[in-house]
């Protein structure tokens, strides 16, 4: 009998964003194939989960995929899990997942928790199309040439970076698109969550000197949306906060 390779979504930030289902197939996996096996400990501490974890990230893919391919045509299920969010959104996981496709065996996503998401949704910007495409190059140049061909993409543009290189985004949008509505989501799910929105030009000037903590996702609105909704985005800092009703 053939095993089973799970993607299973794990949390952003929130413990609790957890799904039961995600719960369940941790259980009963035989493996949990992590990103970062002591950040994946922790999680499966918290719930009281003990499975064997196996290392499974950037640098030893290609071998990893061979091992879990012949655990998988032992009838073994593996649960696959990157640090946070789901696996091979800006993650590991591509290769794996080809490989058991390529070989027959089944693949199955067991959805939860992602960053692109949630920011997206949250961000009040058009949802109807939009294109993601992880993070930019790192090198100036190539940063630069890359986000001035994407900026003529329709639809909303959504990208991750790195709280060290937001700055140098923020120049290359005020450049480039100064008059674009851009939202950053921070933090997202944990205690200091918080979006800041604006054109690309007010952004860089009172937020390029800022130090951050976390990694963002970064929204940019398309070329042709309109100026009136403009009042209602442009907020200093709008902090996402969850409120129970006593009723």
Not at 58 to 79: D, V, W
Not at 198 to 227: N, Q, Y
């Amino acid at each position: 009998m053939q095993g089973t390779l799970y993607l299973v979504a794990t949390p952003i930030g929130n413990l609790e964003d957890i799904t039961l289902r995600a719960l369940r197939v941790l259980r009963q996996a035989d493996l949990v194939a992590a990103e970062d096996t002591r950040h994946t400990g922790m999680l499966l501490k918290h719930y009281g989960v003990q499975k064997p974890l196996l290392s499974y990230f950037k640098f030893n893919e290609a071998r990893r995929s061979e091992e879990l391919l012949e655990r998988l045509a032992k009838g073994q299920t593996i649960a696959l899990v990157t640090d946070a969010g789901s696996p091979g959104i800006s993650d590991p996981g591509m290769r794996v997942v080809r490989a058991a496709i390529a070989a027959g065996f089944r693949v199955e996503p067991v959805p939860g928790p992602c960053a692109l998401v949630a920011g997206l949704t949250a961000s009040g910007l058009p949802t109807d199309e939009f294109h993601f495409v992880g993070f930019l190059p790192v090198k100036s140049g190539a940063r630069h040439r890359e986000l001035a061909r994407l900026l003529q993409l329709p639809g909303t543009l959504v990208l991750y970076e790195s709280p060290h290189r937001i700055d140098r985004l923020l120049a290359n949008l005020a450049e480039l698109a100064p008059d674009r509505i851009v939202v950053l989501a921070r933090e997202l799910t944990k205690r200091f969550e918080e979006f800041l929105r604006g054109t690309a030009k007010e952004l860089h000037a009172r937020f390029c000197e800022a130090r951050w903590r976390g990694e963002f996702v970064v929204m940019i609105a398309p070329s042709d949306f309109g100026d009136s909704t403009r009042n209602t985005q442009n907020n200093s800092s709008a902090v996402c906060r969850i409120e129970t009703s006593s009723s």
